[in-house]
């Protein structure tokens, strides 16, 4: 909830400057390949295209988006596209080939890559905002600090009764205990060739991306 409100917050503050300056803002916001907080955080701040990992589009569909709006006078566009998002057809952008100390490429550089790509399409002047770690710090909401306070006695409580081998988890309203074995999954590192472990499903759903396409532009 909290990285979601700072993304949330970036966006409404960026609507002023890129109508000012007539310009196209490519916000980068931080996910991997699941694109949630991009997705909450575009709907809820009014971005004009949402960009995620699980649903990749290509340059034309994006640049229609914002010709269409210079068409009907809206003389700027707030794009907002997660970090492992890639165009149709292509790979991730990286920051580097290194790997983090998890094991994990370094995404990055989606952002300045789209502003090219779409400048050179529109013809409208483009810039790209990466809001980086700003989306991990700062003060938790009241959600966040109540959410973590429940996980951590319901923690504390599994691990009073002996019951190991759990994620502790929201369903609904209610913190429960959820079975680890049958979320994770063994399979081989692209990059390094060798096994890993990995959680279950965590893909935005189709339909609630298609609901977010209804506000694009």
């Excluded at 993304?7 to 694109?35: K, N, Y």
């Excluded at 996980?151 to 988890?169: D, F, N, P, R, S």
């Amino acid at each position: 909830d909290t990285a979601v409100n700072i993304a949330t917050e970036a966006i409404d503050r960026l609507h002023s400057t890129a109508e000012a300056h007539s310009r196209v803002l490519v916000v980068e916001i931080m996910g991997r390949q699941a694109g949630w907080i991009a997705l909450y955080a575009g709907i809820a701040g009014g971005a004009d295209v949402v960009l995620v990992p699980e649903f990749p589009q290509t340059l034309e569909s994006i640049c229609n988006i914002i010709k269409k709006r210079q068409a009907n006078g809206k003389n700027f566009s707030i794009v907002a596209v997660a970090e492992g998002f890639k165009l149709e057809g292509e790979k991730e952008v990286l920051q580097t080939d290194k790997l983090d100390a998890f094991g994990h490429v370094r995404l990055g550089g989606i952002a300045e890559r789209l502003c090219k790509l779409i400048e050179d399409n529109t013809g409208i002047e483009s810039r790209s905002v990466v809001l980086g770690h700003t989306q991990r710090g700062g003060t938790p909401t009241a959600y966040d600090r109540v959410l973590s306070t429940r996980y951590g006695v319901k923690a504390a409580e599994l691990a009073i009764a002996g019951q190991t081998g759990k994620l502790v988890a929201l369903r609904g309203q209610d913190v429960i205990g959820v079975e680890l074995d049958p979320l994770i999954t063994q399979v081989t590192d692209k990059k390094t060739g060798k096994p890993k472990l990995r959680m279950g499903n965590r893909s935005v759903p189709k339909e609630l991306y298609d609901l977010a396409k209804v506000f694009f532009g």
